[in-house]
Structure formats: structure tokens, C-alpha cells
């Protein structure tokens, strides 16, 4: 390990791989709140964060667990879910009166067609405005489920993936209609 006088030791939260400050400083430089998007093995998480000076104040929350609500059965970890995520999140937010975001995908890798940008393809169908380059968001046989649908037919097992992903939707949809939202 370097030691002496002229070593310096780098903060915490990225000696830990948690916070990349130069992209953190890019996007507080922008003056627009983050539209935060985490994944986990069985979840997803999406939220829009604004920076002050006592600490980022969370303005709009989803998260895939509560897709349970709507009706949602299937896996919480998935594309699918990702997507009803990203749309419920949408349209909270909008409730809320935040129409516009930058997309922070934290220490994530960039690949395209993956859950984080599922999740995003669902925000921006809700009707939030977040700067994106319509190449990387996945396609819409792979948001509906059919792969999963297709892979679940291969190994003999029953999957209606795409009618769920549908129903869910519709019924996210309508529940924010109903409330003249």
C-alpha cells in the first residue's frame, strides 16, 4: 500500500465502488433532478432525486414490489417488471408535477437492451421528458415478455408472461386515469 507524504486517499464511498463523483458532479451540473435507477437480482428501484445542500430530497418513488398491487405475478427482477416499474414511476412523478429528468444509472455498466433502460422505456411512456438515444432501449417483444414466454414453452412450462405484462399495464394506466391524473 502507498504510504508518504504526498499519497492521498481517495473518499470513501469510491474507495467502496458506491459513487462515481465525477459523473455525480456532471449530472448536479445539469440543474435537472436524477431520474435514479437501481437494479438488484429480484427488484428494481427508480426514483427522482433532487440535490440540496442538506441532502438529496427523494420527489418521486417506484419500485418493483409494488407491481403486486396491480395484479403483476411474475418475477419482480425482470425486463417486464423493469418496464411497469418505470412506467408506474412515470406517471407519479408527473402526478407530482415533475415532467423532466437526467438518467443516472449510478456504477451499472451501459449495455444496451438491459433492465436499466427497460425501466427508463417506461418512464418516457408515461410521458417524462429524460435526453436518451432511442438505440439503446430494448425492444418491444422483449419488454412484453415474449422471451421469457418462448423459453418457458421450450422447457414445457406454462407462461402467460405477455397477457400479465399487458393486464398490469393496462391496469397502472387506468388507476392513474380514474384519478384525473
Known amino acids: 500500500m502507498a504510504k508518504g507524504p ?6 470513501r464511498r469510491r474507495r467502496e465502488h458506491k459513487t462515481n463523483y465525477y459523473q455525480r458532479l456532471r ?5 435537472k433532478p436524477r431520474v435514479v435507477v437501481r437494479r438488484s437480482s429480484r427488484h428494481m428501484i427508480v426514483q427522482l432525486i433532487s440535490p440540496s445542500e442538506s441532502g438529496d430530497v427523494i420527489l418521486a418513488s417506484a419500485t418493483s ?4 398491487k396491480f395484479g403483476y405475478e ?3 427482477g425482470n425486463t417486464p417488471a423493469a418496464y411497469l416499474t418505470g412506467l408506474l414511476f412515470g406517471l407519479r412523478a408527473l402526478k407530482a408535477g415533475h415532467g423532466n429528468g437526467v438518467l443516472d444509472i449510478g456504477l451499472h455498466p451501459s449495455k444496451v437492451g438491459t433492465r436499466i433502460y427497460a425501466a427508463l422505456k417506461g418512464t418516457i411512456d408515461a410521458g417524462m421528458d429524460v435526453p436518451h438515444n432511442s438505440s439503446i432501449l430494448p425492444s ?3 419488454i412484453k415478455g415474449e422471451h421469457i414466454a ?3 414453452n421450450e422447457k414445457g412450462l406454462k407462461s402467460d408472461m405477455p397477457d ?3 393486464k398490469t399495464k393496462k391496469k397502472i394506466l387506468s388507476e392513474f386515469a ?3 391524473e
Open 65 to 68: 414490489a409494488e407491481l403486486q
Open 6 to 11: 504526498r499519497h492521498r486517499i481517495s473518499f
Open 178 to 180: 380514474k384519478k384525473g
Open 27 to 31: 449530472l448536479l451540473l445539469s440543474q
Open 150 to 152: 418462448k423459453y418457458a
Open 140 to 142: 418491444d417483444e422483449r
Open 74 to 76: 411474475g418475477a419482480t
Open 164 to 166: 400479465q405484462f399487458d
